[in-house]
């Protein structure tokens, strides 16, 4: 059975879900720049929970929202000299651009806050109309001693505790100072919306309550988000959605550890970040995904330029594993396997049972990679040429099932010269044969130019591309 953390028990807890279905919110980014890789081991870790529920047979409806509305799109958006509509759409194309370099499958749906204004509204009213909320000003707040376990719930901190400690905002006008905002009077040359308490715009935490809301119901299964918004952000979700809805929020949270940088946490505020698309053009996509999925999701991991370099070495023999083996089954006979054949194959099912071990035990993806390598160890170190096709496309199955769980499966790159390139090194391997070595080697020279490496095998010239 998987076990998950759950950080409003702060216990390790089975995860069970009612009739297989289970209901995911995953915070999704503020679309006003590139997101940095503390930003992207939330998204890849959210992800990789998505897949390995799906691996496990879960019918998974899964939403991760893009909050377009927001004082740093205001700000990109005068910076840039273009409006808030515009700055989102860009940076949401751009999101997508590095999300899918990451492997990182598209949400059952990407909601918008602008796209939610409606049910906003009518979330705020129902709160107002309980209590729980008050307009002044224009700014409508969630009146925060209306709801008695404010505090409890994920930063297991009383409401006298965090009163002793805040501060009064001149500029906003409370009944208390914990009170926070759920609708925000609009200013000049702001994007604003008709509302019962005149014109403005959405606050930050009532978005995902209300998204949350329309899309998986009043209560769901896992939310998701990282480690920095379990307060204000989520507490004031389970406040402001218990307080309307009159029921339990969120059954499970799923929160993720700080990537650090020398061991202080990645942040724009702290100018410290590295964004996912730069460091893409140095290394790739994927070895920043193996570095996400290499450590523990709750566990705080430091960006080393080095851990990377380990990465792509890694992410290199599981490849190369596989790129062999479907070299051999290209080969390779088109015959049953035989008994021993098939018990061979079989056996490679410990692997899997090791692989799911780890991963139902709170995602421990570190023990499920050791698993994994392991498989490809002992493929190496067993597995002889002149097998049955079955057997290599046997094998290749179970490595890319595990392997894709984990979201580091590169992405088939179909090319029109594949043809080409084939019949290139066919050409070459006849100008061996015929002992003509100036043209072997100015066909080599030319399958280089081309960014192609070969490789020669006991079952005859591989190929690849840089």
């Given at each position: 059975m998987l076990k998950l953390y759950n950080s409003l028990t702060n216990r390790i807890e089975p995860f069970e879900a009612k009739d297989n279905k289970v209901r995911v919110y995953a915070c999704g980014p503020t679309v006003y720049n590139f997101f940095h890789v503390g930003n992207g081991r939330s998204f890849m870790m959210f992800d990789t929970l998505r897949r390995y529920l799906e691996f496990k047979g879960y019918d998974v409806t899964y939403v991760q929202n893009f909050t377009d509305v927001d004082d740093k799109i205001i700000r990109r958006a005068e910076e840039e000299g273009i409006s808030t509509t515009?700055?989102?759409?860009?940076?949401?194309?751009e999101y997508f651009t590095d999300a899918d370099g990451l492997n990182i499958k598209r949400a059952s749906v990407h909601p918008r806050a602008t796209e939610n204004i409606g049910g906003i509204i009518d979330l705020v009213s129902a709160l107002i109309e309980k209590g729980h909320a008050y307009e002044s000003n224009g700014d409508v707040y969630f009146r925060v001693r209306s709801f008695p376990e404010y505090g409890n719930g994920l930063?297991?901190?009383?409401?006298?505790?965090?009163?002793?400690?805040?501060?009064?905002?001149?500029?906003?006008?409370?009944?208390?100072?914990l009170d926070f905002a759920l609708w925000k009077a609009s200013k000049p040359g702001e994007p604003h919306w008709t509302s019962?308490?005149?014109?403005?715009?959405?606050?930050?935490?009532?978005?995902?309550?209300?998204?949350?809301?329309?899309?998986?119901?009043?209560?769901?299964?896992?939310?998701?988000?990282?480690?920095?918004?379990?307060?204000?952000?989520?507490?004031?979700?389970?406040?402001?959605?218990?307080?309307?809805?009159?029921?339990?929020?969120?059954?499970?949270?799923f929160h993720i550890g700080?990537?650090?940088?020398?061991?202080?946490?990645?942040?724009?505020?702290?100018?410290?970040?590295?964004?996912?698309?730069?460091?893409?053009?140095?290394?790739?996509?994927?070895p920043l995904r193996y570095f996400a999925v290499s450590a523990h999701?709750?566990?705080?991991?430091?960006y080393e330029p080095g851990i990377i370099e380990q990465a792509k070495a890694s992410l290199e023999r599981i490849n190369n594993c596989l790129a062999n083996l479907k070299f051999?089954?290209?080969?390779?006979?088109?015959?049953?396997?035989?008994?021993?054949?098939?018990?061979?194959?079989?056996?490679?099912?410990?692997?899997?049972?090791?692989f799911e071990e780890a991963m139902d035990d709170d995602l421990n993806t570190a023990n499920a990679l050791t698993a994994i390598f392991d498989m490809i160890k002992q493929v190496n170190v067993t597995l002889t040429d002149n097998q049955p096709k079955a057997l290599y496309e046997g094998l290749i199955a179970k490595i890319e099932e595990l392997v894709d769980t984990l979201g580091l499966l590169p992405k088939e790159e179909e090319s029109d010269d594949d043809a080409a390139i084939d019949a290139l090194i066919e050409e070459r391997t006849a100008a061996r044969k015929a002992k003509d070595w100036a043209k072997a080697d100015a066909i080599r020279d030319q399958l280089t130019a081309m960014g192609i490496i070969l490789e020669d095998t006991p079952s005859g010239i591989?190929?690849?591309?840089k």
């Open positions: 515009e700055v989102a759409e860009k940076y949401i194309n930063l297991k901190q009383s409401i006298e505790d965090l009163a002793s400690g805040a501060r009064i905002d001149v500029s906003e006008i409370k009944e208390d100072p019962p308490w005149g014109e403005g715009r959405p606050g930050w935490h009532i978005e995902c309550s209300a998204m949350a809301k329309r899309y998986l119901g009043d209560t769901i299964d896992i939310h998701c988000g990282g480690h920095d918004l379990k307060f204000p952000h989520h507490e004031n979700e389970i406040a402001q959605s218990e307080c309307a809805n009159g029921c339990k929020f969120a059954r499970h949270w700080f990537v650090n940088v020398n061991n202080e946490k990645m942040s724009k505020s702290k100018n410290n970040f590295f964004t996912v698309r730069d460091l893409s053009k140095v290394y790739g996509y994927l999701y709750r566990s705080p991991i430091n051999l089954a290209k080969n390779a006979a088109d015959t049953e396997l035989n008994a021993e054949q098939t018990e061979y194959l079989n056996s490679f099912i410990s692997y899997r049972n090791r591989r190929w690849k591309r």
